[in-house]
């Protein structure tokens, strides 16, 4: 694993999933994140389910989680396929300790009529049948969305061959946002190797405006609370402070304002801009004196271009560990892979999922 040179701006986090030692060099922050984030998930072991059993890294994780038994697992599939597929790409996958599931067998009937009764009463309204709610749950995605819907499993993982639309959608249909939450997001979990910074959003909202992307803040500031950051954010732009002028800056002032007015105890600077958000010397020149300028350690981006150029940079040029994209604003715990994720990156999205379960669960 590759790790940044230091970074004297980033911020460790306190918790279980950032925790040190004197013995620890701190340039192995993000091997004890990582590590720290299993223990985490471990604490409250909760119920995740992986829909694409046709893909060998799927597998692969399936039997790295098992071995490191940080969760309950629940691939969806047949059994008999499933273990096929692990012969032939020799992956030690222990189907003793692994629960498979065949939605498409006989003896699973009843469950399968509950799904898509489930989904029928979640989506007549919008003139869907009862034999069109039947096929649709058939698609692994949607089966996974009401299995977590409907109780029997606390979160699901998805997107090593689906698009995130695919993964996505089900979720926004039935699971919905959480009270008071307008629309889904996402954050990057990036990890240096003296600490972490959150960026947001990356991967899902296009252009928000003022007012979402104080959702986002908001919402980012939560997320990077529930990994053990205490929050300190930074609405960039082109400009810090009054330097500039135009309708995007305008935007990011309008934006912070609404943050201040909805979180009044959340630290938030902006309009800033990157430097200034994260070095100390370079915000004692363009903002002397804000508490959080040269200190942010979560990043708004103003539209979803800023911040996938950014974080995908920042990945390259630095070594930084990207952890994402970690979705937030659903109501239950759903996370979406890149198609071309690792077997690394499928565990830690894993990890990662059942911790937000835990914290849906409070």
């Known amino acids: 694993m590759t790790t940044a040179p230091a970074q004297p701006t980033v911020t460790s986090a306190s918790s279980p999933a950032a925790e040190t030692s004197a013995a620890t060099s701190p340039g192995d922050f993000p091997e004890r994140f990582l590590t720290g984030l299993i223990d985490q998930a ?58 498979t599931l065949d939605l498409h067998a006989d003896e699973h009937q009843e469950l399968r009529d509950e799904l898509a009764a489930g989904y029928y009463a979640a989506r007549k309204h919008k003139g869907i049948s009862e034999a069109e709610a039947a096929e649709r749950v058939s698609a692994p995605a949607y089966a996974a969305t009401m299995l977590v ?17 695919e993964t996505i959608r089900p979720a926004l249909e039935v699971i919905g946002t959480r009270d008071g939450v307008a629309s889904v ?8 190797g003296h600490g972490a910074l959150v960026f947001g959003d ?66 938030v600077v902006g309009p800033i801009q990157y430097d200034a958000a994260v070095h100390p010397d370079i915000a004692a020149q363009k903002l002397p ?32 560990v990207a952890v994402g994209p970690v979705l937030q604003g659903l ?30 669960a409070d």
């Open 289 to 320: 004196g804000d508490e959080v300028a040269g200190r942010a350690n979560v990043l708004i981006f103003p539209s979803l271009e800023a911040g996938n150029i950014t974080y995908k940079a920042v990945q390259q040029s630095s070594g930084a």
């Open 42 to 99: 471990a604490a409250d072991r909760k119920h995740i389910i992986l829909p694409e059993c046709d893909d060998p890294r799927v597998l692969t994780a399936a039997a790295r989680i098992t071995d490191r038994d940080f969760c309950e697992l629940t691939i969806l599939g047949e059994r008999a396929a499933i273990t096929a597929l692990a012969v032939e790409h020799d992956i030690a996958l222990d189907l003793d300790r692994v629960r």
């Open 202 to 267: 990356c991967a899902v909202n296009p252009q928000p405006g003022p007012e979402q992307l104080a959702e986002i803040a908001a919402e980012s500031a939560a997320t990077a609370r529930s990994f053990g950051l205490e929050p300190k954010v930074a609405m960039l732009s082109y400009a810090t402070g009054t330097s500039g002028t135009g309708d995007a800056v305008d935007a990011v002032s309008e934006a912070t304002a609404a943050v201040r007015r909805a979180h009044p105890d959340l630290p």
């Open 149 to 165: 819907e409907l109780g029997h499993a606390d979160g699901f993982v998805s997107g090593a061959r689906h698009t995130t639309a």
């Open 185 to 192: 997001s996402s954050v990057f979990l990036m990890l240096f």
């Open 331 to 360: 109501a239950k715990a759903v996370n979406d892979l890149s198609r071309g994720c690792t077997v690394e990156d499928i565990v830690t999205t894993v990890a990662v999922t059942a911790v937000q379960a835990q914290h849906a």
